[in-house]
């Protein structure tokens, strides 16, 4: 069994402030993946409020808005067999509704 | 002699007079305390047919048993005494004699819980171990309530009961460290008791409630503590307490269950109802949010009428009872609730994911989700999980579904 990412990507700021249907429907695709026992870990939602980017030579920006137009809204670990597995699992999610899209990474574990 | 009242007062009092015998020797001399117990209670046996009841029945015997732990420590003590000159730590205890007095009972019974329910056991041996030594149940009585032979649950007790004996475990101490280290494990033993009682295969409705009753007399007892009054023994006691309305209406007359739709929902107990909101809303004191919080909040939903928005809440319950921890019966609970709001076309696509085929609760699930879908389909269900369910009363509820396919 092997563990992938899930990255969401959201296309909009508004979309992290979801309507309790959003949520409801989020928290359904959740249900779902643990109900097939294929959720490795619930991961987090990462704020796009409380957000800074660190550059080289001391250079703090706020947000990490200033080269990427989507920013990523949070994350979920799942276990599968396979990565078409995983994207499969990535597809169900109500996300692309709003235009964001999921990153799927293989975790390479550190040795 | 009224022929009820020495098994009843057996049964009530075996182990609490166990507990405190227990407390007081140790956890190695387990089988002593027992011995005195059962000698009382044979005592009890010969004497009160020829001289009459005595007034106070439960004082009798603990006075009877309080001598003859008085008498076994004195040899014990002598026994010490001359084998090994420097006495130890643990007679300085010893040498006092056990008491009997109510706010002591309850102590020890407490910590006979936690000495019991201990994790370098398997559950299914802490359940046999909780059921002998704190319920008082017979090897027969376990054995009839697990399906299984009397040889079997003796085995599981006998290395049970070796493994309590050398565990480090100090029965005599109730300090919060203690007892916070082997909280969860105290009320996973319960909740299983508990459930053992509710969906035990076991026909026997007599045995199954009083394994229900068992479990919340003991989680009372933990809740009557306010060192062992957690947010989660509250919510186990909830959850009991929900569960347990609907016993008397999930039984009818001829032993069948009668499943949730079909009960008749005056047959609920509204005082059991009214008990599990009272311990659920201890349980939310703090910032707890365990398993038995979700499963006591699912069951609350149950007990409201129908026509809510009560199953968009229990669905969303079992979301975050599956986010906690994963069992396959909360995945097929959740695609259930998954029908009643979204409908069964929502719920097949999502039950076909599932990898619960060995299951015959699955196909059940299968069965009650094709029915107005797919008939063909529906029966093959139904009767594959008839083919992986020995219960009685399962075979029984499917049955009826696929006579009502046609």
Redesign the interface.
Same mark, same amino acid.
């Given at each position: 069994m092997k563990e992938f990412v899930l990255i969401f990507r959201l296309a909009d700021m508004a979309d992290a402030r979801p309507s309790p249907e959003q949520i /409801?429907e989020r928290?359904?695709w959740?249900?779902?993946l643990?109900? /097939?026992?294929k959720?490795a870990d619930?991961g987090n939602s990462l704020s796009p409020v409380s957000a800074k980017t660190v550059k080289p030579g001391n250079v703090v920006s706020d947000g990490p808005f200033t080269e990427i137009k989507e920013f990523i809204a949070g994350y979920v670990i799942v276990k599968t067999e396979t990565i078409e597995e995983a994207v499969e699992l990535a597809k169900a999610n109500p996300i692309f509704k709003t235009g964001g899209s999921i990153e799927v990474r293989e975790v390479i574990v550190r040795s | 002699m009224s022929e009820t009242l020495l098994p009843h007062l057996f049964r009530r009092e075996y182990s609490k007079m166990t507990a405190v015998l227990c407390r007081h020797f140790g956890l190695q001399h387990m089988e002593t305390a027992e011995d005195i117990v059962s000698d009382t209670f044979l005592k009890a046996a010969e004497t009160w047919p020829l001289k009459g009841i005595p007034e106070h029945p439960e004082a009798w015997l603990y006075t009877v048993a309080k001598n003859k732990a008085k008498d076994w420590l004195k040899r014990q003590h002598l026994f010490e005494a001359r084998i090994r000159p420097e006495i130890g730590r643990d007679t300085e205890g010893m040498a006092t004699v056990p008491d009997f007095e109510p706010g002591a009972i309850a102590d020890s019974q407490l910590a006979m819980i936690f000495a019991v329910c201990n994790p370098v056991n398997p559950p299914e041996a802490q359940i046999c171990l909780a059921l002998q030594i704190l319920c008082g149940f017979s090897v027969e009585e376990i054995a009839n309530a697990f399906l299984t032979h009397k040889e079997t649950i003796k085995k599981r007790l006998q290395r049970g009961r070796a493994a309590l004996r050398t565990d480090e475990f100090r029965i005599g101490l109730l300090d919060e460290a203690t007892l916070q280290a082997r909280q969860a494990a105290v009320i996973n033993t319960l909740y299983l008791l508990f459930n053992e009682g509710y969906h035990s295969k076991s026909n026997d409705r007599l045995i199954r409630e009083e394994l229900c009753a068992e479990a919340m007399r003991l989680a009372l007892l933990l809740t009557q503590n306010e060192k062992t009054n957690s947010p989660e023994t509250n919510a186990l006691l909830a959850l009991c307490c929900f569960q347990a309305s609907r016993i008397g209406a999930r039984n009818a007359a001829d032993g069948e269950v009668v499943l949730f739709d079909e009960q008749d929902r005056q047959l609920w107990d509204q005082e059991l109802i009214d008990k599990g909101n009272y311990f659920l809303v201890n349980a939310c004191s703090g910032n707890t949010l365990s398993r038995y919080h979700l499963e006591a909040g699912i069951a609350y939903w149950h007990t409201t009428p129908a026509g809510t928005n009560k199953w968009r809440y229990i669905l969303d319950l079992y979301n975050q009872l599956l986010l906690l921890a994963y069992s396959p019966a909360a995945a097929l609970n959740r695609t259930f609730a998954l029908a009643q709001v979204y409908g069964r076309e929502v719920a097949l696509e999502e039950a076909l994911k599932l990898d619960l085929s060995r299951l015959s609760d699955y196909h059940a699930l299968l069965g009650y989700l094709y029915t107005g879908i797919d008939k063909t389909k529906a029966r093959h269900h139904y009767r594959q999980a008839m083919g992986l369910t020995v219960a009685p009363a399962a075979r029984q509820v499917l049955q009826k579904a696929i006579d009502s396919l046609d």
């Amino acid at each position: 069994m092997k563990e992938f990412v899930l990255i969401f990507r959201l296309a909009d700021m508004a979309d992290a402030r979801p309507s309790p249907e959003q949520i /409801q429907e989020r928290m359904n695709w959740m249900g779902s993946l643990a109900a /097939q026992n294929k959720l490795a870990d619930k991961g987090n939602s990462l704020s796009p409020v409380s957000a800074k980017t660190v550059k080289p030579g001391n250079v703090v920006s706020d947000g990490p808005f200033t080269e990427i137009k989507e920013f990523i809204a949070g994350y979920v670990i799942v276990k599968t067999e396979t990565i078409e597995e995983a994207v499969e699992l990535a597809k169900a999610n109500p996300i692309f509704k709003t235009g964001g899209s999921i990153e799927v990474r293989e975790v390479i574990v550190r040795s | 002699m009224s022929e009820t009242l020495l098994p009843h007062l057996f049964r009530r009092e075996y182990s609490k007079m166990t507990a405190v015998l227990c407390r007081h020797f140790g956890l190695q001399h387990m089988e002593t305390a027992e011995d005195i117990v059962s000698d009382t209670f044979l005592k009890a046996a010969e004497t009160w047919p020829l001289k009459g009841i005595p007034e106070h029945p439960e004082a009798w015997l603990y006075t009877v048993a309080k001598n003859k732990a008085k008498d076994w420590l004195k040899r014990q003590h002598l026994f010490e005494a001359r084998i090994r000159p420097e006495i130890g730590r643990d007679t300085e205890g010893m040498a006092t004699v056990p008491d009997f007095e109510p706010g002591a009972i309850a102590d020890s019974q407490l910590a006979m819980i936690f000495a019991v329910c201990n994790p370098v056991n398997p559950p299914e041996a802490q359940i046999c171990l909780a059921l002998q030594i704190l319920c008082g149940f017979s090897v027969e009585e376990i054995a009839n309530a697990f399906l299984t032979h009397k040889e079997t649950i003796k085995k599981r007790l006998q290395r049970g009961r070796a493994a309590l004996r050398t565990d480090e475990f100090r029965i005599g101490l109730l300090d919060e460290a203690t007892l916070q280290a082997r909280q969860a494990a105290v009320i996973n033993t319960l909740y299983l008791l508990f459930n053992e009682g509710y969906h035990s295969k076991s026909n026997d409705r007599l045995i199954r409630e009083e394994l229900c009753a068992e479990a919340m007399r003991l989680a009372l007892l933990l809740t009557q503590n306010e060192k062992t009054n957690s947010p989660e023994t509250n919510a186990l006691l909830a959850l009991c307490c929900f569960q347990a309305s609907r016993i008397g209406a999930r039984n009818a007359a001829d032993g069948e269950v009668v499943l949730f739709d079909e009960q008749d929902r005056q047959l609920w107990d509204q005082e059991l109802i009214d008990k599990g909101n009272y311990f659920l809303v201890n349980a939310c004191s703090g910032n707890t949010l365990s398993r038995y919080h979700l499963e006591a909040g699912i069951a609350y939903w149950h007990t409201t009428p129908a026509g809510t928005n009560k199953w968009r809440y229990i669905l969303d319950l079992y979301n975050q009872l599956l986010l906690l921890a994963y069992s396959p019966a909360a995945a097929l609970n959740r695609t259930f609730a998954l029908a009643q709001v979204y409908g069964r076309e929502v719920a097949l696509e999502e039950a076909l994911k599932l990898d619960l085929s060995r299951l015959s609760d699955y196909h059940a699930l299968l069965g009650y989700l094709y029915t107005g879908i797919d008939k063909t389909k529906a029966r093959h269900h139904y009767r594959q999980a008839m083919g992986l369910t020995v219960a009685p009363a399962a075979r029984q509820v499917l049955q009826k579904a696929i006579d009502s396919l046609d």
